[in-house]
């Protein structure tokens, strides 16, 4: 069984920043990857991602903004998100691919973003 816990999300404005956070409850690299998504209508879209190896991939509407990174010690990702639009609001998951397959998710942390 894996947890995955995030935080950070909150209200802010236009151009304004916020540090999401997700605490996994064992070691990051047992994933393949880890990333952040956004919950659309029927689906959510990754917004960044970081493999077991470092490789880092982004949105291309988050590009340039946001930064996904990791604290191995912590067990935990970061996304650090810049200059933000109001369209980036919604809720954010965290989600972490195990060996062989599969996904595991967070219960999301909510982020809006006022004009």
């Known amino acids: 069984q894996v947890q995955l816990v995030e935080s950070g999300g909150g209200l802010v404005q236009a151009g304004g920043s916020l540090r999401l956070s997700c605490v996994a409850s064992?070691?990051?690299?047992?994933?393949?990857?880890m990333g952040w998504y956004r919950q659309g209508p029927g689906a959510r879209t990754l917004i960044a991602s970081i493999t077991n190896d470092g490789v880092t991939d982004y949105s291309d509407s988050v590009k340039d903004r946001f930064t996904i990174s990791r604290d191995s010690a912590k067990n935990t990702i970061y996304l650090l998100m810049d200059s933000l639009k109001p369209e980036d609001s919604g809720v954010y998951y965290c989600g972490a691919d195990p060996w062989p397959r599969g996904r595991h998710w967070g219960q999301g942390t909510r982020v809006t973003v006022s004009s």
């Open positions: 064992r070691n990051i690299f047992s994933f393949k990857e």
